[in-house]
């Protein structure tokens, strides 16, 4: 009869650790800090002119009309919002990193 495996020595585990704990927790409060300023920036565009300029009406009409205005404003939040869900995601990495690091000690 053959010998049950035996578990891999603790060295030959693949580590899923890559960063150091300051590079994690600098990671962390960046994602932070873009997530926080990225929302309130696609709040501002969402609200279109209004919400930028702080006046009813925004800037003088373009001669394409204000729904070509509205939609820009419209495509700026949007984008806004995939930079936002961006930085969260990498804010879980670096959450992860943070935590991998303290297991470590």
Known sequence: ????????PEAAMVSLLCC?????ACGLVLSAWGVVMLVRGQGEAWGGPEGVWGV???????????????????RVSWNCFVAAA?????GGFALCQVRLNKRKE
């Open 1 to 8: 009869p053959k010998p049950p495996p035996r578990d891999p």
């Open 20 to 24: 150091g704990p300051k590079m994690a």
């Open 56 to 74: 009813p009406g925004g800037p003088p009409p373009s001669p394409s009309g204000p729904d070509r205005l509205y939609g820009l404003f419209e």
């Open 86 to 90: 961006l930085y969260a995601l990498l």
